[in-house]
């Protein structure tokens, strides 16, 4: 098969590693997600009034009113489509610094930040229906809560009747919604993470059996301040997709007709403060995320798994 396909061979470990990283991830932080969705999507009422005091409060809240499980609204969306999504994520990045590379085999920072962009350009595949279903099961509970519904429990969509709806109604491109506010923040996140994330690992200490690879704990700190710089810099684009891909709202809650006129409208009604609305938890969720997935993969469990050797 020659380089080319030990090259591809190789790319499956990493997509197992990818999948397992983002199930676990997605289990431990997805409360945190849950409480960031309601923090952004919340609408500032005539006389300053919030629904959400601050995270603690939301989170609170939520847990009362909907218990333990009610945390965990539209996990099941993001664990069926995070390997896939982590998959295209890996394989996207490999591709593109390998096919980017300079003739000494190295990469400057505009390419590194390219071949991220570009990655981040390829998810949006999966990741833009998988983001729209999870925030209209994240944020029902908050919609119901605000228009006094009776029962919570009851008021709440599922996954499959979202979907049949969409396609029903607007064809597949109805699970694209908010397509373009989805490409802004995860190529941004993208040119941001896998560049700051090659530096901040390539400080630490190598591995001594000759590989000249960082160890796991210097993988896993690089991982995690990535993430979370990224995180914190894209915050804007995510507050944007949130409200956008909304498809349900609370009476007297403003709808938007596109990316420019929700950055506009959010400016004016709520002010600047409003892009950085629940950027504590997105980078309390981002950053083990991205530790997570660079531990398990640099700690080989899917070469574990099926008896391969790291390369």
Same mark, same amino acid.
């Given at each position: 098969m020659g380089e080319k396909g030990e090259r591809h061979f190789k790319l499956l470990p990493k997509i197992i590693n990818g999948g397992i990283a983002g199930v676990i991830g997605v289990s431990c932080?997805?409360? *945190?997600?849950l409480v960031k969705t309601r923090l952004q999507n919340q609408q500032i009422g005539p006389n300053g009034? =919030?629904?959400?005091a601050?995270? *603690?409060d939301c989170f609170r809240k939520t847990y009362r009113a909907e218990g333990y499980f009610g945390m965990y609204r539209g996990s099941a969306v993001n664990i069926l489509l995070i390997t896939p999504e982590k998959a295209i994520k890996l394989a996207a990045n490999d591709f593109f610094r390998h096919h980017l590379s300079l003739p000494g085999g190295g990469l400057s920072l505009g390419r590194e930040m390219a071949a991220g962009g570009? !990655? $981040?350009l390829c998810q949006i595949v999966v990741t833009t229906p998988m983001e729209l279903l999870k925030i209209q099961l994240q944020d029902a509970g908050r919609v119901a809560t605000k228009q006094g519904a009776a029962d919570v429990a009851v008021s709440r969509p599922t996954a499959l009747g979202i979907t049949l709806e969409l396609l029903r109604t607007k064809g597949v491109l109805g699970l694209y919604k908010g397509v373009g506010a989805t490409a802004c923040r995860d190529v941004s996140f993208s040119v941001v993470y896998f560049p700051l994330f090659a530096h901040l690992n !390539? *400080? $630490?200490p190598r591995k001594q059996d000759g590989s000249g690879e960082a160890v796991f704990w210097c993988s896993l700190l690089a991982g995690i301040g990535a993430g979370a710089a990224a995180a914190f810099i894209v915050n804007p684009f995510d507050v944007v997709k949130t409200r956008l891909q909304l498809?349900? =709202? !609370?009476q007297g809650e403003v709808a938007y007709s596109g990316i420019g006129n929700a950055f506009v409208s959010l400016l004016k009604n709520e002010g600047p403060t409003v892009f950085f609305r629940g950027a504590a938890c997105r980078m309390i969720v981002i950053a083990p995320l991205f530790g997570i997935a660079q531990m398990v993969y640099f700690w080989g469990v899917a070469e574990a798994l099926l008896g391969t050797r790291r390369s």
């Open positions: 932080v997805f409360p *945190l997600d009034e =919030r629904q959400y601050s995270m *603690l570009l !990655a $981040g !390539a *400080l $630490g498809l349900k =709202r !609370a």
